[in-house]
C-alpha cells in the first residue's frame, strides 16, 4: 500500500521560516516526482512546486519562487519544503503528492495518484 505522511506544519510568524517533512512508501520514490500543494479557506488546491528525483530539478509557483525550495533524500524516501519569509497569504493546508509527470510545473491535483492528508501551516 503507499503512504506519504507530512509532517512539520505549525504556526508563525510573517517573516519566520518553517520546514516541512513527508515520507513515502510503498512506491517507488525515485521513479516519482515529488509535489507539495497547499489549500486554503475557500481557495482550489494549487501548487506549490514539484520536484523530479532522478535529476535533482525543482520547480516552483511564481508566488512562492525564491522563498520556497524543495529538496529530497532518496535513501530515506523522503522531500521536504523549506519554507522562508512567510507570509499571512501562505497560510494554508499543505499537501505531499506523487506522481508520474514531465511538466516543468506543479500541474494539477488530477496529475497525482498519490497524497498525504496534510499539514496545516499558519502564518501571522
Known amino acids: 500500500h503507499v503512504q506519504l505522511v507530512e509532517s512539520g506544519g505549525g504556526s508563525v510568524q510573517a517573516g519566520g521560516s518553517l520546514r516541512l517533512s513527508c515520507t513515502g512508501s510503498g512506491f517507488s520514490f525515485s521513479r516519482h516526482c515529488m509535489a507539495w500543494f497547499r489549500e486554503a479557506p475557500g481557495k482550489e488546491r494549487e501548487g506549490v512546486g514539484v520536484l523530479f528525483t532522478g535529476p535533482g530539478t525543482a520547480y516552483y509557483a511564481d508566488s512562492v519562487k525564491g522563498r520556497f525550495t524543495i529538496s529530497h533524500d532518496n535513501a530515506e524516501n523522503m522531500v521536504y519544503l523549506q519554507m522562508s519569509s512567510l507570509e499571512p497569504e501562505d497560510t494554508a493546508m499543505y499537501y505531499c503528492?506523487?506522481?508520474?509527470?514531465?511538466?516543468?510545473?506543479?500541474?494539477?491535483?488530477?496529475?497525482?495518484?498519490?497524497w498525504g492528508r496534510g499539514t496545516q501551516v499558519t502564518v501571522s
Open positions: 503528492a506523487a506522481g508520474i509527470r514531465y511538466d516543468r510545473d506543479p500541474g494539477q491535483p488530477a496529475d497525482y495518484a498519490y
